[in-house]
């Protein structure tokens, strides 16, 4: 989960309680990833994993004037700067493979694509284990012919932003539930699958299982751990919020993702602006997000959720979480 919500003690509290603390590094520096991964090793001799987005994202545009007009109206009422009228955006992708191999980082997982050949090669060898993101049989198959070591199925329940590839394709993320995605994965890939997306309880795990799963990938969960980055605000709307109260957005970041449904969201949807396309749009909010955080504005954050947000009830320790799971 990037922006700052696996934070190390919440990577090394999962894999100290004996289950796969993740790193989501997928916003981050390469400077950035080399001290979090350091801070993890200092709290765990346990294997861990890092997560990076499997896709360029460097960009650059001076066509976002109409959305910034709009966006202003927010920053008027916080008190920040106008927005900039050109946004440029660094792709710190080969940094953060070179980290990764420099730290010897034994499991990676990617989002979004297929990491490209040349990464691949770079990073594959039999002590270190390579996960990959699929919301379609048609991307597990891409990431399987790829040399990949095992394959998330993530359902459409999955809060933030799911795997799905091509965008243009399926415009709110490919929308097969967990369900149906696990049983023709287990059925026509010859890899592990970890199965994600609204997990919540022991019996779900249990019954995921069951079907031909080799694993289970929980995030929403994780939310309300108190070594989890998440603030304040944000932990006080996933405890209020209800099973039907999330819902799959553009608005933030130009990718489709479920969060909680809140004021942001429905007047980017009234305003009928053109989004752009991530990560520009993300880029674009960036700071309007940051300050409602900040003084604890909960209309203005991305609340990212799964469904299975309304099961949960009160906040809890990682190794809680991880007993309560086995």
Do not use: C
């Amino acid at each position: 989960m990037a922006g700052g919500i696996t934070t190390a003690e919440l990577v090394a509290g999962v894999s100290n309680a004996g289950a796969l603390g993740t790193i989501g590094a997928g916003y981050m520096d390469d400077i950035k990833l080399k001290k979090e991964i350091q801070k993890v090793k200092q709290l765990t001799e346990k294997p861990f994993a890092v997560n990076i987005f499997a896709l360029n994202l460097e960009s650059f545009s001076s066509d976002v004037q109409v959305m910034q007009n709009h966006l202003n109206k927010y920053r008027k009422v916080l008190g920040i700067n106008p927005g900039k009228e050109v946004i440029r955006i660094h792709d710190y992708m080969e940094e953060k493979i070179h980290v990764i191999i420099e730290e010897d980082v034994p499991i990676v997982s990617t989002a979004f694509h297929v990491l490209p050949s040349s990464l691949m090669e770079r990073l594959k060898k039999p002590e270190r284990k390579l996960i990959g993101m699929a919301t379609t049989l048609e991307e597990a198959k891409m990431l399987e012919a790829a040399g990949y070591d095992m394959i998330v199925a993530q359902g459409y329940e999955a809060g933030g932003h799911r795997g799905t590839f091509d965008i243009e394709k399926h415009p709110n993320g490919a929308d097969i539930t967990l369900i149906p995605l696990l049983q023709s994965l287990v059925s026509h890939i010859n890899l592990p699958i970890i199965a994600a997306g609204g997990i919540n309880t022991k019996e779900q795990v249990n019954g995921l299982l069951e079907m031909g799963a080799s694993g289970v990938q929980l995030g929403t969960k994780f939310l309300l751990a108190k070594e989890a980055g998440t603030n304040k605000s944000y932990r006080q709307a996933l405890l209020k919020a209800g099973i039907t109260d999330t819902v799959i957005t553009k608005a933030f970041s130009g990718r489709p993702a479920r969060g909680i449904h809140n004021q942001f969201i429905e007047q980017m949807e009234k305003a009928n602006i053109h989004t752009n396309p991530f990560p520009i749009q993300n880029e674009l909010t960036k700071d309007i997000r940051a300050a409602g955080a900040k003084i604890g504005n909960t209309a203005l954050q991305s609340l990212w959720a799964g469904q299975g947000v309304g099961e949960l009830k009160k906040e809890t320790t990682v190794e809680e979480i991880i007993y309560s799971l086995i």
